[in-house]
């Protein structure tokens, strides 16, 4: 058995040196295979505050963190019924500070859990028992010190962290075995050496498929997309209608000037979905044009695009309804229905 184990670390190391993410050429997606306009219909929820929205399961998570009271507020996704506020703002027994949502969240036997983040400490949040509840329920925590202290971390399956940590002079992608205390893989982001005041000018926001075997970076300014497999054995760049902006470039373009190609992503084991905003940063939360939601395959291939006329700045997928739940800068929540277009999301 332990014979075993090491001969699949060697396997995966061996994988993870073949390639970086970006030393190939990506494929420029120029057209989608079905275009489609939609018109949001406006939804309310009883909370003000809130900044962002996810979907785990049958709920539709607020995140409120400029609230007095409470971070997240639930409310069903079936009619958007308030269900309850959950993990307290303080610095007190049962009480949380600093906290933001992770994209890590699953769904097993009818609970719902999601995982939420101090920079210190990681808590895995369970939704269902507390609503259930009346209160906060964690059923698990972990600690980020040691080699987990920096970059951003994701818990997978089967014990497994997947990792984005920057050096002086790279990015480095970091998978981690944490019952063995082992790096299965560790792979640098880019090629070469990449001035260190420049690394972060990629902004790459990182999406783990739901059945932990690929991951999504969806680039912020850079016009660019990469899926690869976890073990780094698989790689698949794209660029949209145009080719890939180069670091140098962006990291010369002051912040508010830089155009913003992809605001947010959210992932299903079927799809992958970006909002393509495809507007200078100054202009993001004013900007009156059209929006465009685009969806892929996890084999890169591009499936749908869906343009609306809301300024959406965050959206999250409900799959049980078949549906995108969108956010606005003013707090507007729109629902967009897809069960006419696509049979699974």
Known sequence: ???????????????????????QQETIITYFPKTIFLKGEEKKIDTLGVVNITITDTFLIAYTPMHNEYYFHVFGTSNLNYLGSFLPVGRG??????????????????????????????????????????????????????????????????????????????????????????EICKKSIFPRNVPYKNISAIAMNSYVKPDDSQIALVGCWSNHICIFNVDFS????????????????????????????????????????????????????YHSGNEEFHIFDWEGNPIMNIVISENIMFFAVDEKNKCLYGLTS????????????????
Request: proline share 2%; glycine share 4%; net charge negative.
């Open 1 to 23: 058995m332990k014979y075993s184990f090491l001969s699949i670390i060697v396997i995966l190391l061996v994988a993870c040196n073949k390639h970086t993410l970006f030393d």
């Open 93 to 182: 027994p049962n009480e949380f500070y600093g906290i933001d949502y992770d994209k890590d969240c699953e769904s097993e036997k009818g609970i719902a859990k999601v995982w939420v983040s101090n920079f210190l400490t990681k808590y895995q949040w369970n939704i269902t028992e507390s609503i259930k509840q009346g209160h906060t329920v964690i059923d698990s925590t972990f600690n980020l010190k040691g080699i987990f202290s920096e970059g951003i971390w994701y818990i997978g399956r089967n014990h497994r962290l997947f990792g984005l940590q920057n050096t002086k002079n790279n990015r480095n992608y970091i998978l981690y075995d944490t019952d063995n205390q082992t």
């Open 234 to 285: 698989e790689i698949k760049p794209l660029a949209i209608y145009d080719k890939m902006i180069s670091i140098n470039e962006i990291a010369a373009t002051e912040r508010p000037d830089r155009v913003m190609f992809y605001s947010w992503a959210d992932v299903t084991n079927q799809y992958l979905y970006c909002l393509y905003v495809n507007q200078p940063e100054k202009d993001r939360r």
């Open 330 to 345: 003013d707090e507007k929540i729109y629902r967009y229905d897809l069960a006419e277009y696509l049979t699974k999301l």
